[in-house]
């Protein structure tokens, strides 16, 4: 388990695509400077952490997820000075970055690809998962065949260039597939703790690591892979006690086990995400069922409560925007859930203001469908949304072509707007210990069709009930506790009463009991 971090408790985190957040060079991709000059921003916005994509130097063929040198920016973003100097100045401002990890695979470019190809043994030969021979594929898994002069197949973890790092295998069935503790596999691990603490003595807070649990090979329940992650954090407790590990692994009872302090819930595996706001009924939309994600919730809070934070995001680089399935005012219904859940929120870059997936574009740097997702901040009403001063057409990806589009500035001028009610809504559940991150919860109605979402959010001596309604229909909640100060409302006014509130269609309300 990890230790306690106390800024955590309090973290609303940001997260960056940093190819299209602000250029400031006018190259028509976004950099570094450009997320430090956004800082008081996001800072007023009310969010103090941030999460970057990676910004390390790849050929971008999976959008950085293809890492070719761990340890430099990639220079189309900047230096590692300037990476330096965000940290810096988001530590100057209260706030702290995380970067991200892609332990489990490098770009076939990296220099440990190009020796490990080569027929001669040498220090890199094991660091990639390899079988013996070019005719045998690797069973189960993707492989690289053909393009080297090592006669050999290589196991890939996602794209076809993404060739996977070797940490061995829990119960190794092949002569090729090495054990945990071999040679190879403590090597691959050792460099990737090198590369952590590189950044981390360069002032980096942490990381979000990719793929976090399926790093060690046939290890169905992942007894191998927590043990591999609870070596790594005795490793950062040592030197960085504050080094904080947030996990895409969706599974926070295996990530918090080994030793992540959090772990996303995510639109693919267990956990019903998607049934709250992308599907054909969404529950945000205001005619699904959360049910079912509720149960799930329940089953993974009970297993890391009191040891780890489960997060759940508006959004990221990989999903379809928010936007696309919660329209208009059910998007503040949707961000009065996220922003009332334990767990640190996670808000994607634009979702403040509701940027929209723009349709049909073309791929970019492997992105297909996600592309979509991953278009140029909207800052204002300016040229190019003052995403940057290059020609239109050389931009990272097009911008959202309608002229309606929604732009942080104009909506920071509106009190009406979805930035200030995310803005509102940050800072009351800063105002209460109950609802900030470790605050426990109890579901007191579980959003079934027609039904609300409803919960008690609770710290030491503080109570609050949430409950969101995202269905046209009012809703008569019992509650055995007397109703106190309405903390937050949107939409109609309930009518309260004692034992029971009377919740009208549409709307959302805190209240302390
Ligand atoms: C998950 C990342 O979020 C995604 O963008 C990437 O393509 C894959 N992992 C592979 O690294």
């Not at 189309?76 to 100057?92: P, S, V």
């Not at 995400?273 to 529950?283: A, H, I, M, T």
Request: negative net charge; proline residues 5%; charged residues 25%.
């Amino acid at each position: 388990m990890s230790g306690r971090v106390q800024w955590l408790e309090e973290a609303v985190f940001y997260e960056i695509y940093p190819q299209s957040f602000k250029d400031t060079d006018g190259d028509g991709i976004g950099n570094i400077r450009g997320i430090t000059e956004k800082l008081p921003y996001i800072k007023e916005l009310g969010c103090n952490a941030l999460w970057l994509n990676p910004c390390f130097e790849s050929p971008f063929g999976d959008a950085g997820y293809d890492v070719s040198d761990y340890r430099k920016v990639a220079p189309r973003y900047g230096t590692n000075a300037d990476l330096e100097e965000l940290f810096e100045e988001a530590h100057r401002l209260d706030m702290h970055v995380l970067l991200d990890l892609v332990p489990g695979h490098t770009s076939w470019e990296h220099p440990w690809f190009k020796e490990s190809m080569k027929a001669e043994k040498n220090e890199y030969t094991d660091r990639y998962i390899w079988t013996d021979s070019v005719w045998d594929s690797a069973d189960g898994y993707a492989s690289l065949r053909g393009i080297s002069e090592r006669d050999g197949s290589c196991v890939v973890n996602f794209f076809t260039h993404q060739p996977a790092l070797n940490y061995g295998f829990y119960k190794p069935e092949r002569p090729w597939q090495q054990a945990m503790d071999s040679e190879g596999a403590m090597a691959s691990r050792n460099a990737m703790k090198e590369v952590m603490e590189f950044w981390l003595s360069k002032g980096c807070d942490g990381f979000r690591v990719d793929m976090a649990g399926s790093l060690v090979k046939n290890d169905e329940d992942g007894k191998g892979t927590i043990a591999l992650w609870q070596d790594v954090r005795r490793f950062l407790d040592q030197r960085f006690p504050e080094a904080v590990l947030v996990s895409e692994w969706g599974e926070p009872d295996k990530s918090i086990e080994g030793g992540f302090h959090m772990d996303f819930l995510l639109h693919f595996g267990p956990s019903h995400y998607n049934d709250l706001f992308r599907c054909e009924k969404p529950f945000f939309g205001g005619n699904g069922d959360a049910s079912v994600f509720v149960k799930k919730y329940l089953e993974s809070y009970e297993k890391a409560a009191g040891r780890g934070l489960i997060c759940i995001p508006s959004g990221n680089h990989d999903m379809d925007r928010l936007a696309r399935t919660v329209k208009d005012g059910n998007a503040k219904l949707a961000f009065a859930f996220l922003l009332s859940m334990p767990g640190a929120p996670f808000i994607y870059y634009g979702d403040e203001i509701g940027m929209r997936y723009v349709e049909n574009l073309t791929s970019v740097e492997g992105g297909y469908g996600r592309t979509g997702a991953r278009s140029p901040m909207q800052w204002d009403r300016s040229e190019n949304a003052g995403f940057s001063t290059a020609p239109a057409e050389k931009l990272y990806i097009p911008l959202d072509p309608d002229e309606a589009r929604p732009d942080a500035e104009s909506q920071i001028k509106d009190p009406d707007s979805l930035w200030n009610e995310v803005r509102k809504l940050i800072g009351i559940r800063r105002a209460h210990k109950a609802l900030m991150n470790p605050g426990g919860i109890e579901f007191v109605c579980n959003g079934a069709a027609g039904k609300p979402l409803a919960y008690y959010r609770f710290r030491d001596d503080e109570k609050i009930l949430a409950v969101i309604n995202p269905g046209a229909e009012e809703y008569t909640l019992k509650t055995e506790l007397k109703p106190g100060e309405l903390i937050y409302l949107f939409g109609e006014e309930p009518v309260m009463r004692d034992g029971a509130v009377e919740v009208k269609g549409r709307s959302a309300l805190f209240m302390t009991i």
